[in-house]
């Protein structure tokens, strides 16, 4: 794909300091009393946009807690109706709210979305709130390099506030915030599907229960007690046949200088679990027929320490957002040739960090620059772009969040990665794969569970 395809996006460059909102006054001089004042407790914008269009945040969307055995799925504004609809007829009237890579979607693949009123759910427990004002002036980034990771921060955003004096620290901060965002601190999905669409078709290719602790979140933790590991998903394979019986174990560290990330297999029939040093960076990932790299789910996952990470600057953006009805529907229903069907995805505008990733000198990836758009209130990715070592955009990204009330927070429930030479994608969620059910739960669960030891414990030969 040569760089004139991209003609009708070039004067929509987001690095454009025309095309940039840029973010309120901050700067190194951190001040933790804005996160009960001007900033959410997580480091938003607390005031609404000019026109109204994006509400003030007034608390999220919080409901009591539920019993453990009870899944966490609810419906959401039901009753909405979208206020408009976007596809490549119209595009040109809303191109300040799209991203690059979803205008190069609608005008090659005949991709649209639908637009509601914005909700701003986002909310975490108190004890996550008081962690991120504790973060604001105690982390640190690596003194080698922001990329490397972090210290001096736990259970809460490292870095509410964004140093945009420095636009490499800003960067910096950006991507570990993405990577350590609240997500719950114990989690298990029954059967969490991944597919592929390839050339229309959906193919299962990994059907996994799925298990997941956030150490770094451990509500009875500390920085003093914490060991590095951000999470630790420890994953089942259900389906397809050829799979069932292998897992696998993944640790990710906060600091890669400290401590490396880890991935551990079990294949029955081998006997043991071994390490796989090579499942990081731009690996192609298995499960994916070739479309996605292993550092390419949720965006951007794992170890940074390849990139510069340039923040960029702030802007609003029409995001999937809120995405609870897909949680209702089959992922045959939900997915579509090229993109998610508009019928059950949800858009909304939302004020989103500017992101951009770019190799540091010596480090080798088939995605030579990344951007991405970073939701301000939950600091999950939402949106993004790859482009090749020839500059040409190559991937697009969209993450899906549901808002979990009872959690409180709204958080990541699917991903996809898009080819832009192809319009093959892939989509890994939580969603039901008949005759599979993905209920997710916020159980209690055994530290074990997480450890190699046990794994290797149950292998079978």
Not at 228 to 251: D, T
Not at 344 to 367: C, D, I, M, Y
């Amino acid at each position: 794909m040569k760089r004139r395809d991209f003609g009708l996006l070039a004067g929509t460059s987001l690095a454009t300091a025309a095309t940039l909102r840029r973010a309120q006054a901050q700067s190194a001089a951190l001040d933790p009393t804005l996160l009960t004042t001007t900033l959410t407790p997580f480091g938003a914008e607390r005031a609404g946009n000019a026109d109204g269009s994006i509400p003030a945040w007034t608390g999220g969307l919080v409901s009591s807690p539920l019993p453990v055995t009870t899944p966490v799925a609810v419906p959401l504004f039901e009753d909405e109706a979208p206020l408009y609809t976007v596809d490549a007829s119209n595009m040109t009237q809303y191109q300040h709210l799209l991203s690059e890579g979803l205008q190069l979607q609608m005008t090659k693949f005949g991709v649209k979305i639908k637009v509601y009123p914005t909700h701003r759910t986002a909310a975490a427990p108190q004890y996550v709130y008081d962690n991120t004002a504790k973060n604001a002036v105690n982390a640190q980034l690596d003194p080698r390099g922001g990329r490397f990771g972090f210290t001096g921060a736990y259970g809460g955003i490292p870095f509410p506030i964004v140093d945009t004096s420095d636009p490499l620290v800003g960067g910096a901060q950006l991507i570990w915030n993405h990577l350590t965002s609240w997500g719950g601190y114990s989690t298990m999905t029954l059967f969490n599907p991944g597919v592929v669409l390839i050339s229309g078709e959906l193919i299962l290719v990994a059907g996994t229960l799925s298990r997941t602790i956030y150490p770094y979140y451990d509500p009875n933790g500390s920085l003093a007690t914490f060991e590095g590991y951000y999470s630790k998903g420890h994953y089942y394979y259900q389906a397809p046949g050829s799979v069932v019986g292998q897992e696998a174990l993944i640790w990710h560290t906060t600091n890669v200088n400290k401590n490396p990330d880890i991935t551990w297999a079990l294949i029955n029939g081998q006997g043991r679990v071994r390490k796989t040093p090579n499942e990081a960076f731009d690996a192609p990932n298995p499960s994916s027929n070739g479309i996605a790299n292993l550092d390419e789910s949720t965006g951007f996952l794992g170890n940074p320490s390849q990139y510069d990470w340039t923040y960029v600057g702030k802007q609003e953006m029409l995001v999937p957002y809120n995405c609870n009805k897909m949680l209702f529907h089959t992922v045959p229903e939900i997915l579509g040739a090229h993109f998610p069907n508009p019928e059950f995805l949800r858009f909304e505008k939302h004020r989103v960090w500017v992101l951009e990733a770019n190799l540091h000198p010596g480090q080798s990836n088939t995605n030579k620059r990344r951007r991405f758009y970073i939701d301000e209130d939950t600091w999950f990715i939402m949106l993004g772009e790859g482009y090749d070592a020839q500059g040409d955009m190559v991937k697009a990204y969209a993450n899906f969040l549901e808002c979990i009330p009872s959690m409180p927070g709204t958080v990541l429930m699917g991903t996809s990665t898009f080819s832009l030479l192809t319009g093959n994608y892939t989509y890994n969620g939580n969603n039901n794969y008949p005759p599979n059910n993905a209920a997710e739960f916020l159980l209690p669960q055994d530290d074990t569970f997480f450890e190699p030891q046990v794994m290797a414990a149950s292998a079978s030969f």
